[in-house]
């Protein structure tokens, strides 16, 4: 009962070093979304996706690259962190359920991972 | 630009006290949806409200959508400590898939 597993979970580094943030869901979904959750802010919205191939920029998107090569997969990068990229980042996919003109798709949320650029 | 603002941002309250928590808006969503998060996972979806003055009832939770579909409401009744957690608020301007999220309410019940 996979869902969305993101990995790593943990991850400390040095300002300036690049990584990249796997996120991986096996239901078929074809929206997958990068958010990052930092205290009093709620979850801001970095890049998303609506399918394999294509990917989109959110509220907070500098600092950040995604690609989308395959369906089930949405990888998140970091070309050169900073220290105001320590955060949770949290990985979401979702179906799109048109009710009434609206798109009312549940997100389905990995654990998340912590990143801390020192 | 936080489009959703919820209140309160912290509530701490005892057991089997009521308690109401506010989404409100200035631009009108098609949709609205409430999550709960638990400390080290990610959010989870209590319901989904899509017309305006619907309300939506799950066990103790009661859910509200305004008339005009820019604010929202979660009622919890005789709160429990399992009900402890993170609550955001989450809304679609539109037919977009650009889920916007309210920096949450943070709820602690006492026993």
């Known amino acids: 009962n996979a869902g969305v597993t993101q990995t790593p979970k943990f991850r400390v580094l040095k300002t300036g070093q690049s990584m990249t943030l796997l996120c991986a869901q096996d239901?078929?979904?074809?929206?997958m979304y990068w958010y990052r959750q930092d205290p009093g802010m709620g979850l801001r919205l970095i890049h998303y996706s609506v399918g394999e191939g294509t990917t989109a920029k959110g509220e907070v998107p500098d600092g950040y690259n995604v690609s989308r090569l395959k369906k089930q997969n949405f990888l998140l990068g970091l070309e050169s962190a900073a220290p105001s990229q320590t955060s949770v980042y949290f990985c979401a996919s979702s179906y799109v359920l048109l009710l009434a003109g609206a798109n009312t798709g549940e997100l389905f949320f990995g654990e998340g991972s912590r990143l801390t650029v020192l | 630009t936080q489009l959703l603002e919820q209140s309160p941002q912290f509530l701490s309250i005892q057991e089997g006290e009521n308690l109401t928590v506010y989404c409100n808006s200035s631009s009108v969503f098609s949709s609205l949806q409430w999550y709960r998060q638990e400390p080290g996972e990610g959010p989870v979806l209590l319901v989904t409200v899509v017309t305006g003055g619907e309300v939506k009832k799950l066990k103790r939770l009661t859910f509200q959508f305004g008339d005009a579909r820019k604010d929202s409401s979660l009622h919890i009744t005789a709160a429990q400590p399992g009900d402890t957690g993170l609550y955001l608020c989450?809304?679609?301007?539109?037919?977009?898939?650009?889920?916007?999220f309210g920096k949450g309410t943070l709820l602690t019940v006492n026993p």
């Open positions: 989450a809304g679609l301007p539109g037919s977009n898939y650009k889920l916007t």
């Open positions: 239901m078929n979904h074809e929206y």
